[in-house]
């Protein structure tokens, strides 16, 4: 018997539409890409939305289309992605971080048509135009005055497109809420990045999710800044959860440095905020040097890299900010974890509480977990057994875009995650290890196998492995280790200029040391565990031990 109850699809169109109107007055600040600060509210932000879509359809944007979007975090930046979501078209946020090959590539692969892009990544798209053919327009996000220099007729300007363009009857939803919504490219696993293809439904379930109160929490008193950019998973669901509950968002453009982000803090009273450990120990630093106090910040969630301990003590101790460490991934649209205390917990003194809160935390309800063994058997929950963490939930992938990479469920449904981890009695998970071979800095990814690859190429080069070393400010940073050809003899800047213009300028390794062996396993694979544990206490020269 089916309930009674009437179908109301989830998509995400709503959550701007209730945004605008029962909190249509709530402010949106954005640090510009032109420089000053700029304030709207959702009401505008959803007019002008309303115009990306008519724009779009103009241009022959059709329902399933991927439209790119090359941006900081901003209010054009939520314009543009309603603007297409809305109509049924998919947005794909694309990272500028990464080499302008690998980018065109990305694009290429996902087929956008269209690309929105701001002043700042305007010049790598017009300089390698002829590696993304299929798409037919850019819009640059500023007006005419900005124009940039090698702008083609293929080049729209994002104010004097919307200009003069209705602000209503645009048709926004009224199509299946497992309709495509958006789409993120992740580089944590081997081989090519996948694309990791969320619907309306998932992003709307993500988005009650993360409002639970021992999640993000998040409320209409809130005043909410993003640190975490939008083409990183959505920014952890913030674009979506802030207009859900009408929280004013503070969107701080192109700069996260400690100053930047100390600024916007104080002058909008930021309550709540969101992004990657190295953004707070800038953050942090920055207090430390001036003396400064956070007058008005409460809670931050700290993810993407494993939080360190001396974080949660400063923000807690200096500056009385609850830190809740989360854990995610692109293909968990990305909250999996998040360490809310539990009554237990809550009841210990602080100090107490420190190794809990260094775990990455319970899952909400509505993500599942389990622990397997290399067999595949399930594992104990006892908080000593480690394993492979799997996850399971609507809100996580089924497959990558174009079946990248096959199938990625177990025959139970299960996605391994590539992290392994314990999970304790109450439900609280910490990460232990990973076993993809992948390098995290920053909150970014590093392939190792493409640096490899390239290293090997190099004459004089036997074999090339690359493996991440713990970095106070980075997380993590690669060395790169090479076996030479017999009688060769090198010196470390004979790689790091192979490599100099091949890869992004920061996936460059700190340092190369050259060694007698580069261990390989049984199926003649590079033992990467061998490595790391021969290097575990390799420490780049000039850093200090991580915190
Ligand atoms: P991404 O898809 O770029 O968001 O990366 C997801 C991966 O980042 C996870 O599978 C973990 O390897 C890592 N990660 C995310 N959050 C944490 C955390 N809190 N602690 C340790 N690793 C994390």
Redesign the pocket.
């Known amino acids: 018997m089916l309930g009674l109850m009437q179908d109301w699809p989830l998509t995400v169109d709503k959550i701007l539409d209730h945004g605008a109107l029962r909190h249509g007055h709530r402010e949106v600040v954005s640090r510009s890409v032109e420089g000053p600060i700029v304030r709207t509210t959702y009401a505008e932000i959803h007019a002008r939305a309303k115009r990306v879509s008519h724009a779009l359809l103009e241009m022959g944007i059709r329902p399933g289309d991927r439209v790119g979007t090359l941006a900081w975090n901003t209010a054009r930046h939520i314009e543009i992605w309603y603007g297409i979501m809305a109509i049924g078209a998919v947005c794909h946020t694309l990272n500028p971080r990464l080499h302008p090959d690998q980018l065109c590539w990305i694009a290429d692969h996902a087929g956008d048509k269209a690309i929105f892009t701001d002043l700042t990544f305007a010049p790598i798209l017009f300089a390698n135009r002829e590696k993304l053919p299929q798409v037919e327009r850019f819009i640059v996000m500023s007006d005419e005055a900005h124009r940039p220099a090698g702008a083609g007729d293929d080049v729209w300007m994002y104010e004097e497109m919307l200009s003069g363009r209705p602000t209503d009857d645009a048709p926004w939803g009224g199509f299946d809420e497992t309709t495509a919504c958006g789409l993120c490219y ?3 696993t081997t081989g090519d990045p996948k694309g ?1 293809l969320y619907s309306h439904r998932s992003n709307f379930l993500h988005t009650l999710l993360t409002l639970q109160t021992d999640v993000m929490g998040l409320s209409a008193t809130d005043t909410i800044l993003p640190v975490v950019p939008m083409f ?2 959505n920014a952890w669901g913030i674009a979506f959860s802030a207009p859900a509950v009408g929280a004013k968002l503070v969107m701080p453009g192109s700069r996260m440095d400690g100053p930047a982000i100390f600024e916007l803090l104080e002058t909008e009273a930021v309550t709540f905020s969101a992004a990657v450990p190295t953004v707070w120990q800038m953050l942090l630093q920055h207090l430390e040097s001036t003396g400064e106090k956070l007058t008005t910040l409460k809670r931050v969630v ?6 360190p301990e001396s974080l949660i003590r400063a923000f807690h101790d200096k500056y009385g900010v609850d830190v809740r ?8 649209s ?1 909250l ?2 998040l360490g809310a205390p539990d009554a237990e917990v809550a009841a210990l003194p602080f100090d107490q509480q420190v190794p809990w809160r260094m775990k ?1 935390g319970r899952p909400p309800l509505g993500v599942e977990l389990m622990l397997k063994d290399d067999e595949g058997n399930k594992l104990p929950e006892d908080g000593e057994t480690y394993g492979h ?1 799997m996850v399971r939930g609507g809100t996580v992938a089924s497959a990558y875009f174009k079946n990248a990479g096959g199938d990625i469920l177990d025959a139970d449904g299960w996605f391994d ?3 392994v981890a314990t999970i304790d009695p109450t439900g609280c998970m910490q ?1 232990t290890d ?1 076993a ?1 071979d ?1 390098i ?1 800095s920053g ?3 590093i392939s190792t196998i493409e640096i490899e690859n390239i290293a090997a190429g190099h004459p004089k080069a036997l074999l090339a492995a690359v493996i991440g070393i713990a970095h106070p400010k980075w997380d993590e940073r690669p060395l790169l280790l090479v076996q030479l050809k017999p009688g060769q003899t090198a010196e470390p800047h004979e790689f790091i200029t192979h490599l100099s213009g091949k890869i992004a300028k920061w996936w460059m390794p700190d340092d190369v040391i050259f060694v007698d062996e580069i261990p390989l396993g049984a199926t003649g694979k590079i033992d990467k565990k061998l490595i790391r544990a021969r290097h575990a206490s390799y420490r780049f020269p000039g850093t200090l031990q991580p915190a």
């Open positions: 992740t580089s944590g990791v990183h998973a700290i993810g993407g890299s494993a939080c460490h989360a854990w995610g991934m692109t293909e968990t990305p999996g974890t990455q963490l995650t590539g992290d990460i990973r993809k992948v995290k909150g970014e990814w």
